[in-house]
């Protein structure tokens, strides 16, 4: 027999799957109350048991995306690929396989298009998973491997590279073994890239 606590942690979860495709679809402003728990399968009403409303359920879903993409690059410090073009390859591979799986929490993590409803508790995992890849990036800098210039502006440009890949394999667009993905993480490292010679 399964408990009250835990079907309540499965309604919760249902309802924030509901609300992270709908937001990332749709859009935050259209999409209501009660498209969500059609999606979620619940009554409307059941969204207000477990979040404050729309905006609670955006911030919930758009922090679980983030932890995601820092957990990636946390998983990869501790595999430790050799150097910072590997590293980048492996994290940018990563993102655009989760692209494939659930597309919407990739979108999520590279696209949020409403900024003005995140909370603080929301830019600050947005900005742990930025400071995990600028960390990464930085290395790289030091080792000469990165072109000089900020690490925040590397890491902003590998990522928008990487996120044209992912949202076209979210998109169904690309497979994963379509040859312009290969091209595409290929030239987000190009673009960071120090210049020999």
Not at 67 to 75: I, K, M, N, P, Q
Not at 124 to 141: D, I, M, N, S, Y
Not at 175 to 185: C, E, W
Request: hydrophobic fraction near 40%; charge should be positive; proline fraction near 5%.
């Amino acid at each position: 027999m399964t408990s009250p606590a835990r079907n309540a942690d499965a309604t919760r979860q249902r309802l924030l799957r509901a609300a992270l495709e709908l937001y990332t679809s749709v859009g935050f402003r259209a999409a209501t109350t009660p498209m969500i728990a059609e999606r979620a399968g619940v009554a409307e009403g059941t969204i207000y048991r477990h979040f404050g409303g729309k905006e609670e359920l955006l911030n919930e879903a758009y922090r679980g995306a983030q932890r995601w993409a820092t957990a990636l690059v946390s998983e990869l410090q501790g595999d430790r690929p050799p150097g910072t073009a590997e590293f980048l390859r492996r994290l940018g591979r990563r993102i655009v396989e989760g692209a494939e799986r659930d597309p919407a929490a990739v979108r999520m993590v590279l696209h949020c298009r409403e900024e003005r409803y995140l909370d603080d508790r929301s830019h600050e995992t947005a900005r742990e998973f930025r400071a995990a890849l600028q960390q990464v990036v930085a290395a790289g800098k030091s080792d000469g491997v990165i072109r000089p210039g900020p690490a925040e502006l590397w890491a902003s440009i590998w990522l928008a590279m990487v996120g044209f890949a992912a949202e076209r394999v979210s998109s169904r667009e690309w497979p994963l073994d379509h040859p312009q993905l290969g091209l595409t993480l290929e030239a987000a490292w190009d673009a960071i890239a120090a210049r020999r010679g």
